[in-house]
């Protein structure tokens, strides 16, 4: 299996509900991070959490990791349908500089 | 915040042409950037780590003489696809780091005929 695996595949939701999507990983990591992709555009960085760090808040974003289970978890509150994106977890095996590898992704759907 | 910009944003060439696509780090400086590919409703493959000053490392399968790689200036990478082919077609995305964040540009999507 890959290196940050998110599941579900694809999750769709009421707006005004929470959605929470999960990442696996395999190997150790320096931190984890949640990246948003609109369709056809680039990445947006959501948030970071250090492997140290066991959960982080940003706004309507809270991030959890654990490394005992080489989890994370990304919630969206209170979702929009702007909040409409494919969502990324990737890995940082060797250093804050280095090279990323991602997880396949996860479709969310926001219903207006 | 940190940007990182991509140009162009959309190619179309015919096949055995040659592609240049430009990624530049607009308010800081990154001595390394990274290449991804990505197809369609699937993840980001990572291509290649663009050093400035030395040699690109390529990951394991990628063409270093299909996809040539420049690092000129410690804000701007281009990526070249040299002869391109029809499976060439796909969604390039540079990132920087700054900070301890890999900033990412916004894509070029090359269509080969």
């Known amino acids: 299996s890959q290196q940050g695996e998110e599941d579900p595949q694809a999750l769709s939701i009421q707006e005004g509900e929470n959605a929470t999507m999960n990442c696996s990983y395999k190997?150790?990591?320096?931190?984890l991070q949640w990246y948003r992709q609109n369709s056809g555009r680039g990445l947006v960085h959501l948030i970071l959490i250090r492997s140290n760090e066991r959960e982080k808040h940003s706004g309507r974003l809270r991030v959890t990791l654990d490394t005992s289970k080489k989890s994370s978890s990304l919630l969206i509150t209170a979702s929009r349908a702007a909040d409409t994106a494919s969502y990324f977890c990737?890995?940082?095996?060797?250093?804050?500089?280095?090279?990323?590898?991602f997880g396949k992704g996860i479709t969310l759907s926001v219903r207006p | 915040g940190a940007v990182v910009s991509q140009h162009p944003s959309r190619v179309i060439c015919k096949s055995g042409t040659s592609v240049k696509i430009e990624c530049r780090s607009l308010?800081?400086?990154?001595?390394?950037m990274f290449w991804y590919r990505q197809f369609p409703k699937k993840s980001l493959m990572l291509m290649a780590t663009?050093?400035?000053?030395?040699?690109?490392?390529?990951e394991q399968g990628v063409e270093k003489d299909k996809f040539l790689i420049n690092h000129a200036s410690l804000t701007l990478s281009t990526l070249t696809v040299t002869s391109a082919h029809p499976e060439d077609s796909s969604f390039y995305i540079c990132s920087a780091p700054y900070l301890g964040t890999q900033y990412f540009g916004p894509g070029t999507r090359l269509t080969v005929l």
């Open positions: 308010d800081f400086q990154a001595t390394t």
């Open positions: 990737a890995t940082d095996a060797t250093g804050a500089n280095s090279k990323l590898t």
């Open positions: 190997t150790s990591i320096n931190n």
């Open positions: 663009s050093n400035e000053g030395s040699k690109a490392t390529y």
